[in-house]
């Protein structure tokens, strides 16, 4: 579930809502539930309910809380959400958008049952999916290929918000540009990675760590800034020690964007590693991606990743690996390592592609005309 400072939920859609003039209250799980305004933004917290059968005892709750707030346009980020957001829409009339940030009954089936079930699963959530959309007024999708799982809801009605990365977050970037001379002094410096967000098994960090031991560059240090979140965490603590990596890899959790940003910002390659066998991961679109190209880093990352690959090639921002081998992530260290000026262009060319299309700044024009129009149609605002 996203927390209250979720980075799209938050920082992007709620706080841009706010400065073009709308009033947004956020409703959020978290530890410690409490109310507050962040920049703007009215925010609402419940206790964090725990797995699913917590999350479905949790609705009639979440359902009271949004009554309350009594809003003009009730915007669902979380199947459950979409689920009380319908039932006030056919209660009171209230608009009710669903965001959709992920291909949940592929998500749903593979993480949640043997793999034996998962076809009917899928099917059953789609039917779901396909029945709550019909009491819908919009569907907002955070990448465009989310639109097939809303091939019986009308077109006119879905809007691509995609989840790219303000370009005002890219202040103060480290400059590319460097001489022959300055070129060599950079070989000897260490060769810094960065893998930012969730991290767990199925983002990659054993290939990670395997890779960057056998890597025949040693002079690269790895910064790992987020969450693990599958439990890994002292199996994690325990490669690095038996890889003799203890001096090479630091570990950091979670910090504010603004802040991790910073950390991004002094680094030279970001790392997405999703491993295959996960639909979503197929068909993954992570704003981290666009974090590491607008903070004008190289980039390596699946070649399976379709959405991701297509961005990296056409960008020329980066290198694309098979991530689910150690050796493939080592040679693309070693490349980076000995080419420092390429590296270097990877990131100018990255960082140019954000300026000039995947941005924000672009999007957010996209979710403020739809609540222009929701305003009109049924006169709030």
């Given amino acids: 579930m996203h927390p209250a400072l979720d980075k799209r939920v938050f920082d992007k859609e709620a706080v841009s809502l706010v400065n073009h003039g709308f009033e ?6 978290d530890e410690n539930p409490k109310t507050w305004n962040e920049k703007g933004v009215d925010i609402i917290t419940y206790d964090r309910p725990g797995g699913l059968k ?12 949004a009554k309350q707030v009594n809003a003009d346009v009730y915007h669902c980020n979380e199947v459950d959400s979409w689920f009380v957001g319908v039932f006030l829409k056919l209660r009171f009339g209230k608009p009710c958008v669903f965001d959709v940030h992920e291909h949940y009954p592929e998500e749903f089936a593979q993480t949640r049952f043997p793999q034996l079930v998962q076809p009917l699963v899928t099917l059953f959530i789609s039917v779901l999916m396909t029945f709550l959309s019909f009491f819908t007024t919009r569907v907002v999708l955070a990448k465009k ?3 097939r799982d809303f091939r019986f809801y009308s077109s006119k009605n879905i809007v691509a918000v995609q989840n790219f990365s303000p370009i005002a977050s890219f202040t103060n970037i480290h400059d590319c540009d460097a001489t022959d001379s300055e070129q060599t ?6 060769l810094k990675l960065i893998h930012l967000g969730l991290i767990n098994r199925n983002r990659g960090w054993p290939q990670i760590l395997e890779g960057l031991s056998i890597a025949k560059n040693k002079n690269v240090e790895l910064s790992i800034l987020g969450k693990m979140n599958d439990g890994s965490q002292q199996e994690f603590e325990s490669a690095i020690m038996s890889l003799g990596l ?3 890899v630091q570990f950091e959790s979670w910090l504010p964007i603004d802040e991790a940003l910073k950390k991004v910002n002094v680094c030279d390659v970001g790392l997405i590693m999703f491993q295959p066998g996960l639909f979503n991961h197929v068909h993954a679109l992570p704003h981290k991606l666009f974090d590491y190209m607008g ?17 990296v090639s056409r960008s020329d921002c980066g290198i694309l690996v098979d991530s689910s081998s150690a050796e493939s992530f080592a040679a693309a260290i070693d490349c980076l390592s000995e080419d420092r000026a390429a590296c270097k262009a990877y990131g100018e060319k990255g960082s140019h592609a954000v300026l000039t299309n995947y941005n924000w700044e672009t999007e957010e024009k996209m ?3 739809m609540y222009k129009e929701l305003a009109k149609q049924y006169t709030v605002y």
Avoid: C, W
């Fill in 54 to 65: 917590g999350r479905i005892l949790q609705l009639k709750k979440l359902y009271t809380m």
């Fill in 185 to 190: 002094i950079l070989r000897d410096t260490p």
């Fill in 367 to 369: 979710l403020v005309n």
């Fill in 295 to 311: 903070s004008k880093l190289a980039v390596i990352a699946p070649r399976f990743a379709v959405e991701v690959s297509e961005i």
């Fill in 246 to 248: 203890s001096e090479r």
């Fill in 145 to 147: 290929s989310l639109e």
């Fill in 24 to 29: 947004v209250v956020h409703i959020a799980p």
